[in-house]
């Protein structure tokens, strides 16, 4: 009779998750019992591995999520014989545990549909790709895109280049516009024929729609607006979103069903690389549905976008302005700034609940999630909620009076100071430099 060896389950080590960390001022390492932290200068851990001890307890207390626990080689080898032992004492016990077993193994593959408007891609589905890239090569799985429209073979090529392997293509006049119904029998059809363990979409008006009826009708999991994505060591999919009014940051599993279902913001996510004349596999799927078979007409297609509205979160520099600002009028000194810089003015809730700016300027998790490569926040005090939307900007600077403020914690640049007087002050500053490269020389009008 051959022994079973008694493996002891690996706790793993701790590391940093690259440009997570908000530099809150070294909580992790006053949480650590082995003393395993050090901080770098720029306010970053820095972990001791030969110390850590996989204790979790630094993971817990970054609020920014920027720790995670990695497994070695070994270490994944003995967690994937722990878990087949656990499976097969667990599937001795239960003969409908191992039916679910089987269900979930016979799904592969990570997918990402393709959300498009006349034919025009939604820039999230993009960002989904490279993320789904980094998912499917740890599953050691395809990438897919799912490209349902009318007219609509050039987004598989688009979705080649922005990382997928294959695309589903559904080709028929009855998907020129998205309408639940169709969208709904189409999507699942796929699900159903080719069984993906992972299907992501953009967390936008149309995705939200589409995943949660798609999600009813498979009878699975669906976790809304994810800001972090990533795979367990038994090829579940982490699903990482505010919970708790922001509060907290939860990470949802779904292990039990398939496939795992996942929105995502649009900007969360890095804009992928794109690699012209990349080559995929476009696999043609059609559905025996005409128009007679939906209810649901559309007369006419009217873009919502108004004169004059203002899209933050694809602006490459945001000057936001929060209660500081003390009234309508002083976001006109926001837009001064903005001008200058080629940029948009943006605004804390406080700000927009008081009518000083219209909602869509918004920043933060009830607002919009953007990613500058320069974002001002001026009289904002850096509140989670707030911090959600704006953290992954390439550079921030804050202008707070209250040096305490904790929008500093996530600040490369914080100024101590009334707004009042610095915005001004950076404004004409940059007006001088750009005189002084074009020869023009400025004056104070007001002054004069
Ligand atoms: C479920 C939920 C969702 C939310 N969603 C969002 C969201 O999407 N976006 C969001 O922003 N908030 C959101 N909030 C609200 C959030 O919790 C904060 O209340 C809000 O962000 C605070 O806005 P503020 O920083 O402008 O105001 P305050 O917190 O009042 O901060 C004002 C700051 O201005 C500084 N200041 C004042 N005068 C000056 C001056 N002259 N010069 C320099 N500095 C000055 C002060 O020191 C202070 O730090 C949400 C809250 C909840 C519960």
């Known amino acids: 009779m051959s022994e079973v060896k008694k493996l002891k389950k690996p706790r793993g080590k701790v590391r940093l998750i690259e440009g997570k960390c908000i530099a809150c001022g ?34 817990k207390a970054c609020p920014g999520s920027a720790l995670e626990i990695f497994y070695s080689k070994e270490d994944l080898e003995i967690l994937a014989q722990l878990a087949g032992q656990q499976d097969l004492a667990e599937d001795e016990a239960d003969p409908e545990e191992l039916a679910r077993r089987e269900l979930v193994a016979a799904y ?35 990438l897919s895109a799912v490209v349902l429209g009318d007219k609509v073979e050039h987004l598989c090529y688009e979705a080649f280049s922005y990382g997928a392997d294959q695309a589903y293509l ?74 708790f009014g922001g509060n907290i940051m939860a990470t949802i599993m779904c292990d039990r069903f398939r496939p795992q279902m996942a929105t995502v913001r649009s900007h969360v996510m890095p804009m992928p690389a794109q690699e012209a004349g990349r080559k995929g596999k476009i696999i043609h799927v059609s559905l025996p549905i005409s128009e007679a078979d939906v209810f649901t007409k559309v007369l006419e297609v009217i873009r919502d976008k108004k004169a004059g509205e203002v899209d933050i979160a694809g602006a490459e520099f945001i000057v936001s302005g929060g209660r500081g600002l003390m009234a309508k009028e002083n976001f006109a000194m926001l837009q001064e700034l903005a001008d200058e810089l080629g940029g948009v003015v943006g605004a804390s809730r406080s700000a927009v609940d008081a009518g000083w700016m219209p909602p869509d300027r918004q920043v933060g998790q009830t607002g919009k999630t953007v990613r500058p490569k320069i974002y001002i926040a001026c009289g904002i005090s850096g509140a989670i ?38 915005v001004p002050a950076i404004t004409a500053a940059l007006r001088e430099m750009k005189a002084a490269s074009s020869g023009i020389e400025v004056k104070d009008v007001k002054a004069a």
């Open 26 to 59: 070294a909580r992790c390492q006053s949480s650590c019992p082995v003393d395993g932290i050090q901080m770098s200068e720029a306010g970053e851990p820095q972990i001791e591995l030969s110390k850590c001890i996989g204790c979790l307890k630094c993971v």
């Open 385 to 422: 909620q707030h911090l959600v939307g704006m953290q992954d900007s390439d550079l921030v600077i804050a202008i707070n009076r209250d040096k305490e403020a904790p929008i500093f914690e996530v600040a490369s640049y914080g100024i101590v100071g009334d707004l009042f007087q610095v």
């Open 108 to 142: 592969r593959g990570v997918w990402v549909f393709i959300e498009q408007t006349e034919g025009e891609a939604a820039r999230v589905s993009w960002e989904l790709l490279g993320k789904g890239k980094e998912l499917a090569a740890k599953l050691g799985v395809e």
């Open 170 to 243: 559904m080709d028929q006049t009855v998907f020129a516009n998205y309408r639940t119904y169709p969208y709904l029998d189409a999507l699942c059809h796929l699900i159903d024929k080719f069984k993906p363990e992972i299907v992501l979409m953009g967390a936008t008006g149309m995705g939200r729609d589409l995943a949660g009826a798609v999600a009813t009708r498979v009878k699975t999991g669906l976790t809304a607006d994810c800001t972090g994505l990533d795979i367990d060591a038994k090829r579940n999919l982490m699903q990482t979103r505010p919970a």
